[in-house]
T-cell receptor, first 116, second 119 residues
Framework: AQKVTQAQTEISVVEKEDVTLDCVYE???????LFWYKQPPSGELVFLIR??????QNEISGRYSWNFQKSTSSFNFTITASQVVDSAVYFC?????????????FGDGTTLTVKP | GAVVSQHPSWVICKSGTSVKIECRSL??????MFWYRQFPKQSLMLMAT?????????EQGVEKDKFLINHASLTLSTLTVTSAHPEDSSFYIC???????????????FGPGTRLTVL
Protein backbone atom coordinates (compact mmCIF):
# COMPACT_ATOMS: atom_id res chain seq x y z
CA ALA A 1 0.00 0.00 0.00
CA GLN A 2 1.09 3.51 -0.69
CA LYS A 3 1.06 6.24 1.91
CA VAL A 4 1.93 9.92 1.99
CA THR A 5 2.34 11.84 5.20
CA GLN A 6 2.31 15.59 5.47
CA ALA A 7 2.83 16.14 9.15
CA GLN A 8 2.24 19.88 9.06
CA THR A 9 -1.48 20.58 8.98
CA GLU A 10 -1.18 24.37 8.96
CA ILE A 11 1.70 26.77 8.62
CA SER A 12 1.54 30.52 9.00
CA VAL A 13 4.38 32.79 7.98
CA VAL A 14 4.91 36.45 7.33
CA GLU A 15 5.59 37.60 3.82
CA LYS A 16 9.20 37.21 2.65
CA GLU A 17 9.91 34.40 5.07
CA ASP A 18 11.11 31.08 3.70
CA VAL A 19 8.92 28.06 4.42
CA THR A 20 9.43 24.34 3.97
CA LEU A 21 6.59 21.87 3.58
CA ASP A 22 7.43 18.33 4.55
CA CYS A 23 6.38 15.17 2.76
CA VAL A 24 7.25 11.59 3.69
CA TYR A 25 6.09 8.66 1.59
CA GLU A 26 5.86 4.90 1.73
CA UNK A 27 5.70 2.54 -1.20
CA UNK A 28 6.85 -0.93 -2.18
CA UNK A 29 7.14 -0.04 -5.85
CA UNK A 30 10.59 0.20 -7.35
CA UNK A 31 9.47 2.85 -9.79
CA UNK A 32 7.28 5.59 -8.46
CA UNK A 33 6.48 9.22 -9.00
CA LEU A 34 6.14 12.06 -6.55
CA PHE A 35 4.14 15.20 -7.10
CA TRP A 36 3.36 18.49 -5.46
CA TYR A 37 0.13 20.34 -6.16
CA LYS A 38 -1.20 23.68 -5.03
CA GLN A 39 -4.93 24.02 -4.37
CA PRO A 40 -6.15 27.59 -4.07
CA PRO A 41 -9.63 28.37 -2.67
CA SER A 42 -11.15 27.82 -6.13
CA GLY A 43 -10.39 24.13 -5.70
CA GLU A 44 -8.58 23.49 -8.94
CA LEU A 45 -5.34 21.58 -8.48
CA VAL A 46 -2.31 23.35 -9.83
CA PHE A 47 0.53 21.03 -10.79
CA LEU A 48 3.88 22.17 -9.43
CA ILE A 49 6.36 19.36 -9.96
CA ARG A 50 6.78 15.67 -10.74
CA UNK A 51 9.78 13.59 -9.76
CA UNK A 52 10.46 9.96 -10.60
CA UNK A 53 12.17 7.62 -8.21
CA UNK A 54 15.33 7.41 -10.26
CA UNK A 55 15.97 11.12 -10.33
CA UNK A 56 17.17 12.40 -7.00
CA GLN A 57 18.37 15.70 -8.32
CA ASN A 58 16.99 18.60 -6.42
CA GLU A 59 15.14 21.12 -8.49
CA ILE A 60 14.68 24.85 -8.33
CA SER A 61 12.03 26.80 -10.17
CA GLY A 62 12.00 30.45 -9.31
CA ARG A 63 11.13 30.76 -5.63
CA TYR A 64 10.25 27.07 -5.41
CA SER A 65 12.69 24.29 -4.69
CA TRP A 66 12.32 20.60 -3.95
CA ASN A 67 14.55 18.27 -2.00
CA PHE A 68 14.09 14.59 -2.83
CA GLN A 69 15.90 12.21 -0.50
CA LYS A 70 15.26 8.57 -1.21
CA SER A 71 17.21 7.47 1.86
CA THR A 72 14.65 9.11 4.13
CA SER A 73 11.68 8.73 1.75
CA SER A 74 11.12 12.45 1.80
CA PHE A 75 10.21 14.99 -0.84
CA ASN A 76 10.18 18.39 0.80
CA PHE A 77 9.11 21.63 -0.81
CA THR A 78 10.55 25.02 0.02
CA ILE A 79 9.16 28.41 -0.91
CA THR A 80 11.71 31.17 -0.68
CA ALA A 81 10.64 34.73 0.09
CA SER A 82 6.99 33.74 0.44
CA GLN A 83 4.26 35.98 -0.89
CA VAL A 84 0.60 36.38 0.02
CA VAL A 85 -0.37 34.71 -3.27
CA ASP A 86 1.35 31.56 -2.05
CA SER A 87 -1.44 31.07 0.48
CA ALA A 88 -3.16 27.81 -0.43
CA VAL A 89 -3.37 24.16 0.47
CA TYR A 90 -0.40 22.17 -0.79
CA PHE A 91 -0.63 18.46 -1.46
CA CYS A 92 2.14 15.96 -1.89
CA UNK A 93 1.13 12.89 -3.90
CA UNK A 94 2.57 9.55 -4.95
CA UNK A 95 1.81 7.17 -7.78
CA UNK A 96 3.50 3.91 -8.61
CA UNK A 97 3.80 1.20 -11.19
CA UNK A 98 1.66 -1.68 -12.35
CA UNK A 99 -1.56 -1.69 -10.37
CA UNK A 100 -0.60 1.65 -8.82
CA UNK A 101 0.12 3.30 -12.15
CA UNK A 102 -1.73 6.56 -12.49
CA UNK A 103 -3.45 6.24 -9.12
CA UNK A 104 -2.37 9.11 -6.96
CA UNK A 105 -2.24 8.76 -3.22
CA PHE A 106 -2.43 12.17 -1.64
CA GLY A 107 -1.20 13.41 1.69
CA ASP A 108 -3.61 15.25 3.93
CA GLY A 109 -2.33 18.59 2.72
CA THR A 110 -0.67 21.54 4.39
CA THR A 111 -2.54 24.81 4.59
CA LEU A 112 -0.10 27.64 4.12
CA THR A 113 -1.08 31.13 5.13
CA VAL A 114 1.24 33.95 4.21
CA LYS A 115 0.45 37.16 6.04
CA PRO A 116 1.39 40.57 4.68
CA GLY B 1 -0.18 21.26 -21.75
CA ALA B 2 -3.05 18.86 -21.89
CA VAL B 3 -6.44 20.01 -20.69
CA VAL B 4 -9.12 18.12 -18.85
CA SER B 5 -12.52 19.67 -18.42
CA GLN B 6 -15.38 18.84 -16.10
CA HIS B 7 -19.02 19.70 -16.41
CA PRO B 8 -20.79 21.06 -14.53
CA SER B 9 -18.44 23.04 -12.34
CA TRP B 10 -21.04 23.08 -9.59
CA VAL B 11 -24.46 21.53 -9.08
CA ILE B 12 -27.13 21.71 -6.41
CA CYS B 13 -29.72 18.98 -6.30
CA LYS B 14 -32.45 17.64 -4.09
CA SER B 15 -31.98 14.53 -2.01
CA GLY B 16 -32.95 11.40 -3.92
CA THR B 17 -32.13 12.69 -7.38
CA SER B 18 -29.28 11.53 -9.59
CA VAL B 19 -26.50 13.76 -10.84
CA LYS B 20 -24.17 13.16 -13.77
CA ILE B 21 -20.70 14.68 -13.92
CA GLU B 22 -18.66 14.64 -17.12
CA CYS B 23 -14.91 14.50 -17.45
CA ARG B 24 -13.36 15.18 -20.86
CA SER B 25 -9.81 15.09 -22.11
CA LEU B 26 -9.71 17.88 -24.66
CA UNK B 27 -6.53 17.28 -26.62
CA UNK B 28 -5.50 13.72 -25.97
CA UNK B 29 -7.06 10.30 -25.77
CA UNK B 30 -7.28 8.90 -22.29
CA UNK B 31 -7.73 5.16 -21.96
CA UNK B 32 -7.74 5.59 -18.21
CA MET B 33 -9.38 8.24 -16.08
CA PHE B 34 -9.64 8.48 -12.33
CA TRP B 35 -12.33 9.89 -10.07
CA TYR B 36 -11.48 11.46 -6.72
CA ARG B 37 -13.64 12.87 -3.98
CA GLN B 38 -12.62 15.62 -1.60
CA PHE B 39 -14.65 16.54 1.46
CA PRO B 40 -14.17 20.03 2.94
CA LYS B 41 -10.75 20.53 4.48
CA GLN B 42 -9.75 16.97 3.66
CA SER B 43 -7.52 15.29 1.15
CA LEU B 44 -8.41 13.82 -2.21
CA MET B 45 -9.44 10.20 -2.02
CA LEU B 46 -9.45 7.97 -5.07
CA MET B 47 -12.90 6.54 -5.72
CA ALA B 48 -12.45 4.55 -8.88
CA THR B 49 -10.46 3.95 -12.02
CA UNK B 50 -12.38 4.36 -15.23
CA UNK B 51 -11.20 2.26 -18.16
CA UNK B 52 -12.39 2.92 -21.69
CA UNK B 53 -14.52 0.08 -22.96
CA UNK B 54 -14.56 -1.90 -19.73
CA UNK B 55 -15.95 -1.78 -16.24
CA UNK B 56 -14.60 0.66 -13.73
CA UNK B 57 -12.51 -0.51 -10.81
CA UNK B 58 -13.70 0.81 -7.48
CA GLU B 59 -11.63 1.42 -4.38
CA GLN B 60 -12.54 -0.33 -1.19
CA GLY B 61 -15.54 1.22 0.50
CA VAL B 62 -16.93 2.93 -2.59
CA GLU B 63 -20.37 1.70 -3.61
CA LYS B 64 -20.33 0.87 -7.31
CA ASP B 65 -24.12 0.90 -7.53
CA LYS B 66 -24.26 4.39 -6.12
CA PHE B 67 -21.42 5.88 -8.12
CA LEU B 68 -21.92 4.72 -11.69
CA ILE B 69 -18.99 5.27 -13.99
CA ASN B 70 -19.12 5.06 -17.76
CA HIS B 71 -16.09 5.51 -20.00
CA ALA B 72 -17.69 5.15 -23.39
CA SER B 73 -15.06 6.95 -25.43
CA LEU B 74 -11.39 7.79 -25.25
CA THR B 75 -12.16 11.37 -24.30
CA LEU B 76 -15.13 11.09 -21.98
CA SER B 77 -15.84 9.51 -18.63
CA THR B 78 -18.99 10.16 -16.64
CA LEU B 79 -19.72 9.75 -12.96
CA THR B 80 -23.35 9.47 -11.95
CA VAL B 81 -24.21 9.86 -8.30
CA THR B 82 -27.47 7.96 -7.97
CA SER B 83 -30.07 8.79 -5.34
CA ALA B 84 -27.86 11.49 -3.93
CA HIS B 85 -28.02 12.33 -0.25
CA PRO B 86 -26.56 15.25 1.72
CA GLU B 87 -23.59 13.13 2.78
CA ASP B 88 -22.63 12.85 -0.91
CA SER B 89 -22.03 16.59 -1.00
CA SER B 90 -18.40 16.92 -1.92
CA PHE B 91 -15.90 18.16 -4.48
CA TYR B 92 -15.45 15.59 -7.24
CA ILE B 93 -12.29 15.75 -9.30
CA CYS B 94 -11.32 13.63 -12.27
CA UNK B 95 -7.93 13.06 -13.77
CA UNK B 96 -6.95 11.62 -17.11
CA UNK B 97 -3.81 9.73 -17.91
CA UNK B 98 -2.15 10.53 -21.20
CA UNK B 99 -0.78 7.15 -22.28
CA UNK B 100 1.86 8.70 -24.50
CA UNK B 101 3.54 10.81 -21.86
CA UNK B 102 2.60 8.55 -18.99
CA UNK B 103 4.93 5.82 -20.17
CA UNK B 104 7.89 7.47 -18.52
CA UNK B 105 6.47 10.11 -16.30
CA UNK B 106 3.06 8.84 -15.20
CA UNK B 107 1.68 12.13 -16.38
CA UNK B 108 -1.90 12.75 -15.48
CA UNK B 109 -3.99 15.84 -15.79
CA PHE B 110 -6.62 16.93 -13.34
CA GLY B 111 -9.92 18.53 -14.15
CA PRO B 112 -11.07 21.67 -12.36
CA GLY B 113 -13.51 19.76 -10.18
CA THR B 114 -17.27 19.70 -9.67
CA ARG B 115 -18.78 20.90 -6.44
CA LEU B 116 -21.90 18.90 -5.59
CA THR B 117 -24.33 20.09 -2.95
CA VAL B 118 -27.25 17.84 -2.08
CA LEU B 119 -30.07 19.52 -0.17
Amino acid sequence: AQKVTQAQTEISVVEKEDVTLDCVYETRDTTYYLFWYKQPPSGELVFLIRRNSFDEQNEISGRYSWNFQKSTSSFNFTITASQVVDSAVYFCALSGENTNAGKSTFGDGTTLTVKP
Amino acid sequence: GAVVSQHPSWVICKSGTSVKIECRSLDFQATTMFWYRQFPKQSLMLMATSNEGSKATYEQGVEKDKFLINHASLTLSTLTVTSAHPEDSSFYICSARDPVSAAHTDTQYFGPGTRLTVL
